[in-house]
């Protein structure tokens, strides 16, 4: 099965990063990746998979859910009333 990447909020990450004035190669010694994946995850470039969001959250003391984005289904159109009922 092949691993899902998750869209990731990359300045989300970033933000919390500085605000915690940890260094873009401290964060991404942490949780085992290079600097220059955590660059591009947190330039948007890039998303990550659940194990290394998971780790990210941790690190910076969030839950998974305020690293990631979000995507609603599309919402369907309303269904179109029939003349009659328009024009009562």
Known sequence: M????????G????A????????????????GV????????ELGHMNAQMPLLKLLAARLNVPVQALV???????EPPCPQPAEAQAA
Request: no cysteine; proline share 7%; hydrophobic share 40%.
């Open 69 to 75: 984005i979000v995507q609603l289904p599309e919402a």
């Open 34 to 41: 290079t600097d220059g994946t955590l660059g591009k995850i």
């Open 11 to 14: 300045p989300v990450i970033r």
């Open 2 to 9: 092949k691993a899902r990447h998750i869209p990731t909020n």
């Open 16 to 31: 919390l990063r500085m605000a915690y004035g940890i260094k873009l190669y401290e964060l991404a010694n942490d949780v």
